[in-house]
């Protein structure tokens, strides 16, 4: 009898054993894969951390928070996106304030695409870190994630998760300002001084000469020709007309 029982207790225990063994190969390692675009631009080689904060109870859907975050925080009473995502604003300031390394990291590629594969069931903090691109400083606010999550409209649980964090403030690069150089003033031209044009100098005009006066003597002279000429005048009239009488 006591043989028979102690078979019976172990081929329950096998039993139990083979039921157990499907259960846990129907939990195989979870994906996450993020794709981070601002609008219609994918934005690459921006660093992703992950952190994982806790484990997840499937059983009865909570979460149990590790040595790490438990003193810290609580999920309990967190309800709604708004909630979670203060709740991963506050876990990404803490990580980044302590210091703590992040269980895996990675960028983007091209296509604004990272995944990480192998990861245990657990909730997941995820942190962008800020990226140049094309002039700008683009980031990523931080966000939660179960791995495995649930998909209400399949009704089963999600092992390759896709996410798509919210982008944050887009910030321009800004240039560096140009040191200004003092523009040095042009010297003044003096302006060109006034000078006369000399003019040609007029050649001097020669003084004339006076003429000398006639001397007394001379004076009298045309006088003299003018009565010889008027006696002779004379003297002729009175011969024609003695001719003529005759």
């Known amino acids: 009898m006591k043989a028979g029982r102690i078979v019976s207790i172990f081929m329950l225990l096998m039993a139990a054993s083979f039921i157990m063994l499907p259960a846990a190969a129907a939990q195989p390692p979870a994906s996450l894969k993020i794709e981070f675009s601002v609008a219609e631009t994918v934005i690459p080689n921006t660093e992703f951390d992950i952190f994982i904060v806790g484990d997840f109870d499937m059983d009865h859907g909570a979460f149990i928070l590790n040595d790490t975050f438990a003193d810290t925080f609580s999920t309990e009473g967190v309800i709604g996106t708004e909630k979670w995502d203060e709740l991963a604003l506050s876990m990404k300031e803490f ?8 269980l895996a990291s990675g960028l983007t590629d091209n296509n604004g695409k990272l995944s990480f594969y192998g990861l245990s069931r657990g909730l997941y ?7 140049e ?80 006066l006639p001397q007394t003597g001379m004076l009298w002279e045309p006088v003299f020709w003018l009565i010889g000429i008027g006696i002779l005048l004379i ?4 011969a024609l007309r003695l001719v003529h009488r005759k």
């Open 133 to 212: 691109y094309e002039g700008s400083i683009y980031c990523s606010l931080p966000f939660l994630v179960a791995l495995p999550s649930w998909d209400e409209s399949a009704a089963e649980w999600i092992y390759d998760v896709e996410a798509k964090p919210k982008p944050g403030v887009v910030t321009p690069t800004q240039s560096p300002e140009p040191t200004l150089t003092p523009t040095p003033k042009p010297t003044a031209t003096p302006l060109p001084t006034n000078t006369p044009t000399p003019r040609p100098s007029q050649p001097a005009q020669p003084t004339p000469t006076p003429k000398p």
């Open 95 to 102: 990580v980044d304030e302590n210091g703590i390394a992040p």
């Open 235 to 238: 003297i002729i009239g009175a």
């Open 125 to 131: 903090l995820v942190v962008g870190r800020d990226a």
